[in-house]
């Protein structure tokens, strides 16, 4: 295995995309976690083409229903979970794990939001247990992605196994309100004389997984450093009471709020905060394969021998915490990713430009499809968190750290759960009545 340390050289590596290769990794490794067939044989014809197409269902026009359907979502969540009966009513300090509350209302949401609801109700039961299943799972997983054979793994496989009943075709096909998405993917799977129904299952499965095992995660993270810095805190939530002014909102709490993507991209110093969290807390690794013999050409006048076979990475986190790119890169900097206003996409790095300068969703034909859909699910729970509750840090806590088990993987969970206190914050016609108090608290902390 190469891993490649210059970020000068990622542009070469990540344009050869047909010489090194992701998706034949993939192919080994991801049926060995998820439990479905190998996608590149001779049974199944086409299938990862059009596995690939699907991908296209997450991006572009089909964001907006997707991110719209995500609102809802959250907002319906939100309300039955955490905000009371009646809105807009001050209530209590609740206090809970960050990371439990993070995870409990965006595995739902986006459950629903991706695979749709079930009939005659809102919401499915038994979701809580699928999500115990689901992180019993995924706390194995860097050992199924280190090819441990799951009847090794007993808890992770019966886990996996239940996982995949709950997306057998017969009781997916009674959900309403499914995204296009999964839509397309069971009509391509039914395709296939060859997929029994729990391959099938399988697939599902494995989209629920790269849905939520990254973006909960990284959720967290974004929450985390905007509860702890509160000056950070209160710019982003005035920019959200800004974009929602100018489209002539008059947000008050006793009403439900409706942020649409093209709001949502206007949300700049939030975007920053998304960015500057997932800069600290991603670490995956961009893995590929060389096809055949070739020469690798660096720059005008470098070039390199690869071999068939050869494993070349690159390890983004290496350049995520590079004090030549980035001024004191283990501080949270929320504007770090704003210049006069706007984006700030220029970083050097020995008086060079950079072309790449963070990486959380990979690079080249291994990119995360699900990138747009992910930043904006993450954006909507924080406008909501900021705009519905009043928000602290319980004392007496150390700084939350990285647990780096699953390294090489994705976003990081931290070490330990994060305890803090939320409460329905009330406002009237965009008259915040209760900041005053709370944020006086809040820098004490
Ligand atoms: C913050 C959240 C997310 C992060 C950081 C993330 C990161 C990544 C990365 C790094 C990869 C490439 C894996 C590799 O190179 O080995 C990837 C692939 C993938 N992601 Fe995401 N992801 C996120 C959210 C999502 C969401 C919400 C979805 C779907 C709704 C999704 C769907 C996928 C899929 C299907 C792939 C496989 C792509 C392929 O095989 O070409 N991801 N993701």
Redesign the pocket.
């Known amino acids: 295995m190469t891993f490649i340390m210059d970020p000068f050289m990622y542009p070469s590596i990540i344009k050869h995309g047909r010489q090194l290769d992701?998706?034949k990794l993939?192919d080994t490794l991801a049926p060995l976690a998820f439990g479905y067939p190998p996608v590149m044989n001779r049974n199944s014809p086409g299938l990862h083409d059009e596995i690939?197409r699907s991908?296209q269902l997450?991006q572009g026009d089909n964001l907006t229903p997707l991110t719209e359907s995500m609102m809802g979502n959250l907002m319906l969540v939100f309300r039955q979970d955490h905000m009371g009966e009646r809105l807009g009513e001050e209530g209590v300090w609740k206090s809970g794990g960050m990371y439990e509350f993070c995870s409990s209302v965006m595995f739902e949401a986006t459950f629903l939001t991706?695979y749709g609801k079930p009939p005659l109700a809102s919401r499915h039961s038994g979701m809580g247990t699928l999500r115990e299943d689901f992180l019993r799972f995924d706390t194995m997983f860097p050992l199924l992605i280190a090819k441990v054979p799951i009847r090794f793994l007993r808890q992770a496989k019966a886990s996996r196994d239940k996982m995949i009943n709950y997306f057998l075709p017969h009781r997916m096909l009674c959900w309403s309100n499914t995204s296009m998405f999964i839509k397309r993917r069971l009509e391509l799977l039914d395709q296939y004389d060859t997929l029994r129904d729990v391959d099938k299952a399988a697939h599902h499965f494995a989209?629920l997984w790269?849905?939520v095992a990254?973006?909960v995660p990284?959720t967290f993270w974004a929450m985390y450093y905007l509860v702890s810095h509160p000056e950070a805190l209160e710019v982003v939530r005035q920019e959200i009471h800004d974009i929602l002014n100018l489209s002539g909102i008059e947000f008050s709490t006793d009403k439900e709020v409706m942020l649409s993507r093209q709001q949502l991209d206007k949300l700049l110093y939030l975007e920053s905060t998304i960015n500057e969290s997932?800069r600290l807390s991603?670490a995956?690794m961009?893995?590929r394969v060389a096809q055949e013999d070739f020469s690798l050409r660096l720059d005008g006048e470098r070039s390199v021998a690869i071999r068939k076979e050869d494993i070349i990475v690159l390890y983004p986190q290496s350049l995520h915490m590079d004090p030549e790119i980035y001024e004191e890169p283990q501080m949270f900097r929320h504007d770090r990713y704003i210049q006069n206003g706007r984006e700030k996409t220029d970083f050097y790095k020995d008086g060079q430009k950079l072309k790449y300068y963070l990486m959380?969703?990979?690079s080249g034909s291994?990119?995360?499809?699900?990138?747009y859909?992910?930043i904006n699910e993450i954006k909507q729970f924080l406008c909501l968190m900021l705009l519905y509750f009043d928000l602290q840090l319980e004392e007496g806590q150390t700084r939350a750290t990285v647990d780096s088990s699953r390294a090489g993987l994705?976003?990081l969970l931290p070490t330990k759960d994060v305890r803090f206190r939320y409460r329905p914050r009330v406002v009237k016609q965009d008259k915040c009545v209760t900041s005053a108090t709370s944020m006086s608290s809040q820098m004490s902390d």
């Open positions: 992701f998706h993939s690939i991908f997450l991706i989209i790269a849905s990254n973006t990284a997932l991603s995956s961009n893995i959380p969703f990979g291994s990119m995360c499809p699900g990138r859909f992910a994705g976003i």
